[in-house]
């Protein structure tokens, strides 16, 4: 049995999973949640080390928390943003069975450049990344905010809401967001994309400045899935772009009942 917070929302047909990225927690998807609940019935997950799962035993490696996940959901679509699509990605190609289409949202299969990769991060801004979360935890999450916000057609107010919603659950432990920081740098599904074999649905913000939209778009061809770009979008269009967002979700999904 999962120890995972696992909160459930919507009266819909379409079961769904939601799982958020790196130092937030599930209440941060809230403003996509309110528009999709006739549409769905979704399962808010707050990953390990995050929110109302602080202390939860599970590690917070994507087959492990995909396994916890699938425990305690139904088979569903999996929506996965930023770190949280390394999450569904893994359910995807591990467990099939419990993964009826797979939504990455601002989420790529290898978060840092390479040499066959000009998509990525520098792999020094991970780096400091981590020394700065050692020295300074709290700085380190709103500069990274700063980013998630930046490029967006309201970076300032997106910027609040993220900091807001961040630490209203209670602060992540460092330790496990310092093993998420090991996990971006580290995780590279990009050789197994190919071997998806349901519906996959790509949503990229055009502005985003954490995750190139471009990597989104070749991961989406990787896949055989669908790629859809939100216009004026940072890192984080179900903020300001909720209903852009809902809209190109619900018109993916009533495709594949």
């Known amino acids: 049995m999962s120890d995972l917070h696992v909160e459930v929302h919507g009266t819909g047909p379409v079961p769904m999973?939601?799982?958020?990225?790196?130092?937030?927690?599930?209440?941060i998807l809230a403003p996509l949640v309110e528009r999709l609940t006739a549409h769905y019935t979704m399962h808010v997950v707050d990953l390990p080390g995050h929110g109302y799962s602080r202390d939860s035993r599970v590690p917070l490696e994507p087959g492990a928390c995909a396994r916890a996940i699938a425990a305690v959901t139904p088979p569903a679509v999996w929506l996965g943003w930023s770190m949280?699509?390394?999450?569904?990605?893994t359910a995807a190609l591990d467990l099939p069975e419990a993964v009826r289409a797979v939504v990455p949202m601002c989420a790529t299969p290898r978060f840092v450049r390479a040499d066959d990769w000009p998509h990525g991060n520098d792999p020094e801004l991970v780096r400091q990344l981590a020394v700065d979360l050692d020295v300074d935890y709290h700085?380190?999450?709103?500069?990274?905010i700063a980013l998630e916000a930046m490029g967006s057609a309201d970076p300032r107010g997106e910027a609040r809401r993220l900091k807001d919603e961040a630490f209203s659950r209670g602060e992540p432990d460092p330790r496990v967001l310092m093993e998420g920081i090991r996990l971006l740098e580290s995780e590279d599904l990009r050789p197994r994309l190919a071997a998806i074999d349901m519906p996959s649905l790509w949503i990229a913000g055009r502005r985003d400045r954490i995750?190139?939209?471009?990597?989104?778009?070749?991961?989406?061809?990787a896949a055989g899935g669908r790629f859809e770009e939100i216009a004026h979008a940072g890192h984080a269009?179900?903020?300001g772009h909720a209903a852009a967002v809902a809209d190109v979700l619900t018109e993916f999904t009533d495709a594949y009942p």
């Not at 999973?17 to 209440?27: P, R, T």
């Not at 949280?84 to 990605?89: R, S, T």
């Open 17 to 27: 999973v939601m799982v958020h990225g790196w130092a937030m927690h599930g209440g």
């Open 84 to 89: 949280g699509g390394l999450v569904a990605l």
């Open 139 to 144: 700085a380190t999450i709103e500069r990274f």
């Open 211 to 221: 995750v190139h939209p471009e990597a989104m778009r070749w991961s989406a061809d």
């Open 237 to 239: 269009p179900f903020i």
